[in-house]
């Protein structure tokens, strides 16, 4: 999938309407090595956003009742989906036997030094390792990703470089972010593993797979819109 657009037809469509950012939005030429996210929510967010998945616009799923705010810029890959694929690696790499794919598409997380004031925006970053993320029976891997040419995190090629601060406040972040004191009915998140900037392409892959199989045709369909 790359980022020219040869079909006349599909350019004029782009200038004229908004791409929805998880379908019409392409990963890149040069994923899984460098890609593009969607951006949904940066660390000053006290709201937490969230694509619907219809309309392509970002909505407020709730409010963040607590203190746990993002401390990288959150959202998603394009074009990938959670699906079989991804869900047999998390079993293969666990020894878990009853995961499934989350339906939803590839979460990830960016680090930048900068301070990026809102999301619902598109950056190209360099995904250097994830956390293998269970939400009850379900794949939730979490990619961790450094802004391109950003001055501080762009060295760092694989998250065993991070410093370990930066990679516990994340994996805080995940593993609390969930949690209602009044609520007994939450699934058990956990984080059963850390993993380096290869699984991470390869969960890349295999979800941007998934999405192909998920849906198929839409490409077909979307041209005669």
Not at 50 to 59: A, H, P, R
Request: glycine fraction near 8%; include cysteine; charge should be negative.
């Amino acid at each position: 999938m790359g980022n020219k657009i040869n079909d006349p037809i599909a350019r004029l469509m782009g200038l004229r309407y908004k791409s929805h950012p998880w379908h019409g939005i392409e990963v890149g030429e040069a994923a899984p090595d460098v890609i593009t996210a969607f951006i949904e929510m940066v660390p000053t967010d006290t709201v937490k956003y969230e694509l619907d998945k219809v309309s392509g616009y970002l909505k407020i799923d709730r409010p963040q009742k607590y203190s746990n705010v993002v401390p990288a810029l959150y959202g998603f890959v394009p074009q990938s989906f959670c699906g079989d694929k991804v869900a047999d690696y998390c079993m293969q790499q666990s020894g878990r036997t009853d995961i499934v794919g989350d339906g939803d598409p590839l979460d990830i997380c960016v680090l930048t030094e900068r301070d990026i004031v809102h999301g619902d925006i598109i950056c190209e970053v360099k995904p250097i390792g994830g956390f293998r993320m269970l939400d009850g029976n379900e794949a939730d891997d979490k990619i961790i990703a450094v802004l391109t040419h950003d001055v501080t995190y762009s060295s760092y090629n694989d998250i065993s470089e991070l410093p370990k601060g930066v990679v516990n406040r994340l994996k805080h972040y995940f593993l609390t972010y969930k949690d209602m004191p009044d609520s007994e009915k939450a699934k058990k998140v956990e984080i059963v593993d850390v993993y380096g900037r290869e699984e991470a392409q390869e969960i890349i892959n295999r979800s941007l797979e998934d999405y192909k199989c998920h849906f198929d045709g839409l490409d077909e369909i979307l041209r005669h819109v």
